[in-house]
């Protein structure tokens, strides 16, 4: 791009003339294409206009413009009321969550990304608290719309609740407490997934 003073100049008057108070400050290039800072978040109508000056300038096709986008961040989110075991005494796994919200109209204009993460809410709690990341806006207005939502999850109802980046500390698998992996666990024989008593899941209705 040439001339960057210029273009930013045009796109200025551009944004003035549909009465956006939105005004664009740089413009260089970056890999794919260019970036523009703004100084503010842009909406639809905004992107709209520059998009089509974009295409407008000399030697530039249609085809050659790829539909502006904003950049995106991540929105963290969490998911309380459903049961760590299912009624089928498997464990709830993060396909059985991504499965579930695939098929609902409230997360269709959602990207997770990645995989949900499944966990106990704490060592004697048979709940489970689902972490899930999404990609977002800068003003997070993707996350507002899922944030204190409910849905179905089987016969159960859950809430969605905005929350801090997920924890990283891992959870032990044997023990169940927090700070150490499975492999490295110094407890004398397994815990109870559900009761957190000396022995393991399977033998839950015999010794609990």
Excluded at 16 to 39: D, L, Q, W, Y
Excluded at 104 to 112: A, G, K, Q, S, T
Excluded at 122 to 141: E, L, R, T
Excluded at 180 to 192: L, Q
């Amino acid at each position: 791009m040439g001339k960057a003073n210029a273009h930013i100049f045009q796109i200025n008057m551009l944004l003035k003339s549909i009465k956006s108070t939105m005004r664009a400050e740089f413009i260089h290039p970056c890999p794919g294409g260019v970036s523009i800072n703004t100084n503010s978040v842009l909406n639809t109508s905004n992107l709209n206009t520059i998009e089509k000056y974009l295409k407008s300038i000399n030697g530039t096709g249609n085809n050659k413009v790829l539909a502006p986008r904003l950049p995106q961040s991540k929105s963290y989110l969490k998911i309380t009321g459903i049961p760590y075991i299912q009624p089928n005494s498997n464990k709830l796994t993060s396909d059985n969550i991504t499965t579930t919200i695939k098929h609902l109209e409230l997360f269709e204009p959602v990207n997770l990304t990645a995989k949900p993460r499944v966990i106990k809410a704490s060592p004697k709690s048979d709940m489970a608290i689902i972490w899930f990341d999404i990609w977002d806006s800068q003003n997070s207005s993707k996350a507002k719309l899922l944030i204190n939502h409910s849905f179905n999850f089987g016969r159960y109802i859950t809430t969605i609740k905005a929350t801090n980046m997920n924890p990283g500390v891992p959870q032990c698998y044997n023990c169940w407490k927090w700070g150490h992996s499975t492999f490295s666990c110094c407890a004398h024989g397994s815990r109870c997934q559900k009761c957190n008593g000396p022995h393991k899941l399977e033998h839950h209705r015999d010794l609990a």
